[in-house]
C-alpha cells in the first residue's frame, strides 16, 4: 500500500491543467465535501449528501464501471446501518468496532446474493437483485425481535466519539458532519484504489465487451462476483454512516424505493465519473427539499426531471459538465 | 519449430438435431499457417469455437502440447497459448486503443488485484506497444477504439489476440468486410505473423488463402473434404465440385 491514489491516480492524465488538477480526484472531493455544509441550505441536507453520496458511489461501481444494473442495492445500504445499530444497541460495540463489523457481514450478505444474481445477465440480473433485496427486507421486517419491525431500529445512540485519546461531542452538528465525512474520504480513497487498479480495468473490459474479456482470458463470473461484494461493501458503509447519523434505523431503508433512488442518483449525478454519486445525492436531495415544500406530489417532478435527464443528458450532471470542459473522456 | 502443436480427435457438435461438426481428425504443427476453408455452413466457426473454449465439442478430444483441452473454461484457453479473434470485430469499444491491448495483457499475470496501481505495470504497458506496433497502430494508441477505421479496428483485434504471446494464433476471416487496399495490408501482416508462430485462419477470400498458406483443410457439411498444400486442394475434383466450382476467382 503506498500513499491516497490521489497523488498518483496518473493512469491516464489529460494534458490540460485542469485534467491534471483533476487526477487528484481523492483530494479535490475531499475538499468540495469539507465546505459543502456553508454551500448548501442546511446542515442536515449536507449530511444526507455525504451518506447518499458513499452508497452511490458504491453502486457506481457496479452499475457505472462494471455495467451491472441491480435494483438490490438498498440490502447493502439496511444492512450497513442495522448491523451498525444492532451491534451498538444489543451487543454493546463500541462504534468503531461496530463499522468494520457490520461493512464485513454486509460484504457477507453481498456475496450470498451476489453467487446466486451474477450467473445471470441483463434483465434476469436486475430482476434477481430486486427479489433478493426484498427478501432482506422481508427479514428485516419479520425478524423484529432484532431489527425492531415496522418500527425501525432504536435504542442506541453514540453520543461521543472517542478514538485514540480524542473525544468528539457527536451530537453537535458540525462534528457529526466531519466525522462522517472522514468515512466518507475513506470510501472515496478506497473506490480510487479500485478504479486506478488492474481489477479496475478488468470490471471496465467486461462492461465493454464480456465475451471478449472472457477470451482474453478472464473469468467474468468470478470478476463480476468480487466487484458485487466491492460494490456492497462502500455501500454497506454509508449505511453504518446513517445509523450512526440517526440513532436509529428506519425500515424503508431497505424498501426497493431505496434501491431505485440509488439507481436515479446515479444517473442524475452521472454514472461512470468519480464524484458524479455525490452531485447525484446532492441533486435528487435538493429536488426532494425544494419541490416538497410546494407540493405533497415531489415524486412526480422528481420522475419527470428524471425522465428528462435519461433523454438528454445521458451522462449525467457531472458527467457533461466533464465533458463539456473536455477533461472526462479518458478517465477511468 | 515443428512437431505437433494441436490434435483434434474425432470432434462432433450436434446443436439439437443439427449436425454441425462430425468425425473431425486433423492435427496442426508447430509454426505454419494453415487455413480453413469451406462453403456457407460447412462448420469452420463452429470448429473455430470449440478450438478456441467457446463451445465444447459432443464427442471427441482435444490435444494441445500433449494436454487434453476438453472440461477446460473458455477463459483459459488464452492462458494454454491458444489466443483468437473474431469474424465480426469484437473489441472494447469505449476504451482507448492502447487499453483494450494492455486489458488482454493483463490478463495473463494480474486479475484480481485491487491494491496496484495499473499505470505502474510499465511491462504491460510496453507489450502492449510492441504488439500496437506490430500490426501498425502504434500511432493511434490514445484514441477510442471506436473512432478506428473498420480495418484498423480488425488490426486492433489480432493486436488483442496476439499480445498473449499464443502458440496457436486463431484468426477468424480477419479481411471480412474490407476493401481491396486494407486486404492487401492484412495479408501482409499475416506474412509477417505467421513467420513468427502458428496461425490457423479461417477464411472466404480463396486467392488469398491458396496463396498465403502452406497447408489447407476444406470442411463440407460439417466434415472433413479435403487436406493438404494449396496445389493439391486446387486440383482435387471433390473441392473444386463443392467449393471453387462455383467461382474460380471467389473473393
Known amino acids: ?332 | 519449430m515443428s512437431g505437433e502443436l494441436l490434435r483434434a480427435e474425432g470432434i462432433g457438435k450436434h446443436f439439437g438435431g443439427f449436425v454441425a461438426l462430425e468425425g473431425i481428425t486433423v492435427s496442426f504443427a508447430a509454426g505454419q499457417l494453415t487455413s480453413i476453408i469451406g462453403p456457407n455452413g460447412a462448420g469452420k466457426s463452429t470448429f473455430f469455437n470449440i478450438l478456441s473454449g467457446a463451445l465444447t465439442p459432443t464427442s471427441g478430444k482435444l490435444h494441445f502440447r500433449g494436454r487434453e483441452l476438453n472440461g477446460l473454461p473458455q477463459h483459459r484457453f488464452v492462458h494454454q497459448g491458444i489466443s483468437r479473434s473474431y469474424q465480426i470485430t469484437n473489441i472494447f469499444p469505449d476504451l482507448s486503443v492502447h487499453e483494450n491491448v494492455r486489458v488482454a495483457a493483463q490478463a495473463l499475470t494480474v486479475s484480481y488485484d485491487i491494491w496496484r496501481n495499473r499505470a505502474r505495470l510499465t511491462e504491460l504497458n510496453a507489450r502492449a506497444d510492441v504488439a500496437l506496433d506490430a500490426v501498425g497502430l502504434l500511432g493511434r494508441r490514445a484514441e477510442l477504439a471506436k473512432f478506428l477505421s473498420h480495418g484498423q479496428q480488425r488490426a486492433l483485434e489480432i493486436a488483442i489476440a496476439l499480445v498473449s504471446e499464443p502458440e496457436l494464433l486463431l484468426l477468424d476471416e480477419p479481411t471480412a468486410g474490407m476493401g481491396p487496399e486494407e486486404t492487401k495490408d492484412m495479408v501482409a501482416l499475416l506474412e509477417r505473423l505467421a513467420e513468427k508462430r502458428t496461425v490457423l485462419l479461417v477464411e472466404h477470400k480463396m486467392k488469398m488463402v491458396l496463396g498465403l498458406s502452406k497447408r489447407v483443410v476444406v470442411l463440407h457439411h460439417g466434415r472433413l473434404l479435403a487436406d493438404g498444400a494449396p496445389d493439391e486442394i486446387r486440383s482435387n475434383p471433390e473441392v473444386r465440385r463443392v467449393y471453387l466450382g462455383q467461382s474460380e476467382g471467389y473473393g
Open chain 1, 1 to 332: 500500500m503506498t500513499s491516497p491514489s490521489g497523488g498518483e491516480a496518473v493512469a491516464k492524465s489529460t494534458s490540460s491543467g485542469l485534467g491534471r488538477l483533476l487526477d487528484q480526484r481523492v483530494l479535490l472531493s475531499i475538499a468540495v465535501l469539507a465546505v459543502l455544509p456553508w454551500l448548501l441550505p442546511s446542515q442536515a441536507l449536507a449530511v444526507n449528501v455525504l451518506i447518499y453520496g458513499v452508497v452511490v458511489m458504491g453502486y457506481n461501481l457496479l452499475f457505472g464501471y462494471t455495467g451491472l444494473l441491480s435494483f438490490g442495492q438498498a440490502a447493502f445500504f439496511g444492512a450497513g446501518a442495522y448491523f451498525t445499530g444492532i451491534a451498538i444497541g444489543r451487543y454493546g460495540v463500541p462504534w468503531f468496532a461496530a463499522v468494520p463489523i457490520a461493512v464485513l457481514l454486509s460484504t457477507g450478505l453481498a456475496a450470498a446474493i451476489g453467487i446466486v444474481s451474477t450467473r445471470t445477465r441483463g434483465i434476469y440480473f436486475s430482476m434477481v437483485t430486486l427479489a433478493l433485496a426484498q427478501l432482506v427486507y422481508y427479514v428485516a421486517l419479520q425478524a423484529s425481535s432484532f431489527t425492531g419491525g415496522e418500527n425501525g431500529l432504536r435504542g442506541f445512540t453514540v453520543d461521543r466519539v472517542s478514538l485514540f485519546g480524542l473525544s468528539v461531542n457527536f451530537l453537535d452538528p458540525v462534528n457529526k458532519y466531519y466525522v462522517l465525512m472522514a468515512f466518507a474520504a475513506l470510501a472515496m480513497w478506497f473506490q480510487s484504489r479500485i478504479l486506478n487498479s488492474p481489477f479496475g480495468a478488468v470490471i471496465e473490459a467486461i462492461r465493454e465487451n464480456e465475451q471478449r474479456a472472457r477470451a482474453c482470458g478472464y473469468d467474468v463470473e468470478r470478476s463480476k462476483l468480487i466487484v458485487f461484494m466491492l460494490s456492497g461493501a462502500i455501500s454497506s458503509l454509508g449505511g453504518c454512516m446513517l445509523a450512526l447519523h440517526l440513532s436509529i434505523v428506519p425500515l424503508d431503508i431497505l424498501h426497493y424505493q431505496t434501491s431505485g433512488m440509488i439507481v436515479m442518483m446515479v444517473l442524475l449525478g452521472g454514472a461512470r465519473s468519480f464524484f458524479g454519486p455525490f452531485v447525484g445525492a446532492a441533486a435528487f436531495l435538493i429536488l426532494e427539499d425544494v419541490i416538497s415544500v410546494w407540493t405533497p406530489h415531489w415524486q412526480l417532478f422528481v420522475g419527470a426531471i428524471f425522465v428528462l435527464f435519461v433523454l438528454f443528458l445521458p451522462k449525467g450532471i457531472w458527467g457533461t459538465l466533464l465533458d463539456t470542459l473536455g477533461v472526462g473522456k479518458a478517465r477511468p
